[in-house]
């Protein structure tokens, strides 16, 4: 709260637009919004005494209606193949994971868009713990300023954004939507849209909408070939089945040169059988698409196991065989808290 007990807005928070709008409230011109943005996402600062090209008056001005929030990194874990996972706490000390993956010519950033989820995908660690909140703008664009900062001192970049952490992005869209163009800014983080993905379990309205407002990849979480073992493994298929799902895809606007990646998580003896391969085959053929196979990450609370590495090359031998691009993604940190809300699981256990 200010001093005159307003609540202020988190500078974060804002798009251009709206700071644009906040600006003109206190008599100030445009330009000032995009000195602000700089501050905030060039030169990654964390309060407004920083920013020493607004005059000392100007600052305790917007002291009066604007703060500058950042996220609280609570605890790190780092797993043999570099993988990073970041527990951060958020504004009102729930916490979320965001996870770093580098790749030899990538480094990818993997963020949540809600504490929690509502859609209880049964082999998900975040599914299990039910729906809390969304995100906010400024904690989702937070997390990517947090996690550069962090590899700034080792002169690195984040070159992807994957929205594939915990919760459904598209069940917090116009959130998503505005985080997004933000981190999009040409002079701010300057993600483009070909290195920002959004993933769903297959929220069909939100998918379409996502389409019509922002240019972004798209991933599916698919995971099964036949509605009833979709069902089973995520209860959304019941609301949206496979045949809306793809043909919600089919509808999505595509780039040239563009494809919908689709994760596919083996589970043994559950959707790695051949003949799941073939029908994946049949489903996906028609569609400009990519599959990524998921090995499962066996976990204690999950009923799941992974398939046999024979069993997991002779399912993707038949979808390369056929002419389909697929790659077995490794599970990225395998030795650390590695399924989706494990870290803040485990923190939360031991008190902290
Ligand atoms: Fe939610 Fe994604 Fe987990 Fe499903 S897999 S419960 S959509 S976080």
Redesign the pocket.
Known sequence: MSKTGRQRYNLKDLTRNEMVAVLAGMGKERFRADQIIAWLYRHRVDNLAEMTNLSRVFRQQLEEVATVQSLTCQATETAADGTKKFLFRLFDDSCVETVLIPEPKRLTLCLSTQVG?R???RF?V??RQGFHRNLKVGEIVDQVVQVQKHVDREQRRISNIVFMG???PLDNLDVLVKAIEILKYDDGLQFSSRRITVST?GLVPGMEKLGALVDVCLAI?LNATEDETRSRL?PINRRYNLKTLLSACRRFPLKRRSRITFEYILLKDLNDRLADAVRLVKLLKPLKSKINLIPFNEHPDLPYQRPTDEQISAFQAILLDSGMTSIIRKSKGADISAA?GQLRGKVLADGK
């Open positions: 989820c859609q209880g995908c998900c975040t599914g915990m919760g459904e379990c979480s995520m989706c």
